[in-house]
């Protein structure tokens, strides 16, 4: 994607109540399948999909320091979305 079109894409995203993000089971070794679901749903209604799934590229910091920072914090939030939804046994997994 262009850089321009990355820019235009970016926007600071609201942070959705706790209640939504954070779901009553988190994934463990035994419900991928069903943890996948909702986890799909709720990177949708909190507008992270182009994070988590590398859909939208980090902007350059030299053009424009201000759409950077909101990518970054967005990009943070997207982060702890996932750790907040998984076992301590699955952290090893993630990166």
Known sequence: M?????????????HVHASITKMKDP??????MIWREHIHRIFSICGIDPYVYGKLEHPDLA???EITTTWDINNMYAQIIITNNISKDQMVHVT
């Open 2 to 14: 262009a850089q321009a079109q990355t820019v235009l894409l970016i926007k600071k995203l609201d």
């Open 27 to 32: 994934l463990d070794d035994t419900n991928w």
């Open 63 to 65: 053009l424009d320091p």
